[in-house]
């Protein structure tokens, strides 16, 4: 599965990099935000745009999400 990891990233580069990564690979893919809320507020609303479906990776990590086509 391919990972975007955007620790390291500053903010306003992630629209461009999370948009990009979503809509030229094969989903499933995984999108490890870390725990930021800023971060995912970034992330989340970008998904919802296009909509794709995504979940956390686990419980125990709730910064790493799986994205996959909406049903």
Same mark, same amino acid.
């Given at each position: 599965? !391919?990972?975007?990891?955007?620790?390291?990233?500053?903010?306003?580069?992630? !629209?461009?990099?999370?948009?990009?990564?979503?809509?030229?690979?094969?989903?499933?893919?995984?999108?490890?935000?870390?725990?930021?809320?800023?971060?995912?507020?970034?992330?989340?609303?970008?998904?919802?745009?296009?909509?794709?479906?995504? !979940?956390?990776?686990?419980?125990?990590?709730?910064?790493?999400?799986?994205?996959?086509?909406?049903?």
């Amino acid at each position: 599965m !391919e990972t975007l990891d955007l620790h390291g990233v500053r903010h306003r580069d992630v !629209e461009r990099l999370v948009e990009n990564f979503v809509l030229l690979n094969d989903l499933p893919v995984r999108i490890i935000t870390g725990n930021s809320p800023s971060m995912k507020s970034i992330v989340l609303p970008i998904l919802t745009r296009h909509q794709f479906n995504w !979940e956390p990776e686990s419980y125990w990590n709730l910064g790493s999400l799986i994205v996959s086509e909406s049903s």
